[in-house]
């Protein structure tokens, strides 16, 4: 505020631009796409799920690449109503990435010069606390999704030891407070892993993995896989079945620790759709698309632990084109032209 002589007080206040923003770590409603299947078997799974957290005790989803468990993850956390989180866990994650942390300084300076012969002049600077999003979610009751949560270092997700048991967040007391957070009554926390990866993982701590229920997620049924295919790739059911029956074929092979997953199966639609190729004898294409999603995984086969017996996904695509073909001469042609019309 000036004086009448044009002389006063004048204040600058700055902040750093390193914070944080809220609207940067503010949770999101989450609900199912239009692509989302939920066939039987993802039901049940995502039923079982929820009866847990309604419980009070935090879920987790455990199993191989490409078995939906993010998917899945979100459904749940969907079924829910309540806002969610989501956080990916990262080798480089501290305890102060999940809880928050000093992210910047605000400086203030006054300067008093009511007299113009004096002048006066001080100077504050304070730093600044954001909180992350394991704290938002405990103090808002949202869902926390942590996915792939054990690539983070363990010493990392040591404040939801007692977050997950005794429903008390320890925060810096620099925070402000007494160091201690009351979580919200409406949280929960649902986290996924990869128990079979072996590169950028870490061995989690005994005590957190006592603390919630793990559902063992495999790769899903037929049918599951030929609904999420279709749905996702774009694509008829007969072509989906095709597509679906060369991966799984290429799976029991054992051509990799893990096997080509759904994911695989949903490339191979997507493109396939987009470029008009079609699962059929004479069409080049479609063998290309197969070879060069399939291919990273399949330079080897074995089968019964004999390297002796090798196969390729050429031989494999064109053992079940053959299938088609002659499956497709044995059926009435009305029911063929329905079938590709997605009837």
């Not at 967040?169 to 996924?192: C, K, M, Q, S, Y």
């Not at 080897?300 to 390297?307: F, H, Y």
Request: a negative charge; glycine letters at 10%; hydrophobic letters at 35%.
């Amino acid at each position: 505020m000036a004086n009448g002589n044009g002389c006063g007080l004048a204040a600058v206040d700055e902040a750093s631009s390193g914070l944080a923003s809220a609207s940067e770590l503010a949770a999101v409603s989450v609900e199912a796409g239009d692509c989302f299947v939920a066939t039987p078997e993802v039901r049940r799974l995502a039923e079982r799920a929820l009866v847990y957290l309604n419980a009070g005790y935090p879920v987790h989803f455990s199993g191989p690449a490409g078995t939906g468990k993010t998917t899945l993850a979100l459904h749940v956390a969907a079924l829910r109503g309540r806002p969610v989180s989501l956080m990916h866990g990262d080798d480089e994650f501290g305890s102060s990435d999940l809880v928050g942390g000093e992210y910047g300084y605000r400086k203030s300076k006054l300067v008093d010069n009511f007299i113009h012969s004096v002048l006066r002049t001080e100077e504050t600077m304070n730093t600044l606390w954001a909180d992350n999003r394991l704290t938002l979610a405990c103090k808002t009751g949202d869902t926390l999704v942590y996915d792939e949560f054990t690539r983070s270092r363990p010493e990392a997700n040591n404040a939801l030891l007692s977050v997950l048991e005794e429903r008390l967040l320890t925060v810096p007391t620099r925070r402000g407070g007494d160091g201690f957070l009351e979580v919200h009554p409406e949280f929960r926390a649902i986290f996924t892993s990869n128990p079979e990866e072996y590169a950028g993982v870490h061995r989690t701590q005994d005590a957190l993995v006592d603390r919630f229920i793990t559902i063992r997620i495999e790769h899903y049924d037929r049918e599951t896989e030929v609904e999420i295919t279709r749905a996702k790739g774009g694509i008829g059911r007969d072509e989906a079945e095709v597509i679906v029956d060369i991966v799984r074929d290429l799976r029991r092979m054992r051509v990799s620790k893990q096997g080509p997953s759904l994911r695989a199966s949903i490339m191979i639609g997507r493109v396939m759709s987009q470029e008009g190729a079609h699962p059929r004898q004479g069409d080049a294409f479609f063998g290309e698309i197969c070879r060069d999603v399939l291919g990273g995984l399949t330079a080897k086969i074995t089968r019964d632990g004999e390297r002796g017996i090798t196969s390729t996904v050429d031989e494999v695509v064109a053992k079940h084109l053959k299938e088609e073909r002659r499956d497709k001469k044995r059926r009435p042609f009305s029911e063929v032209a329905v079938a590709r019309k997605g009837g």
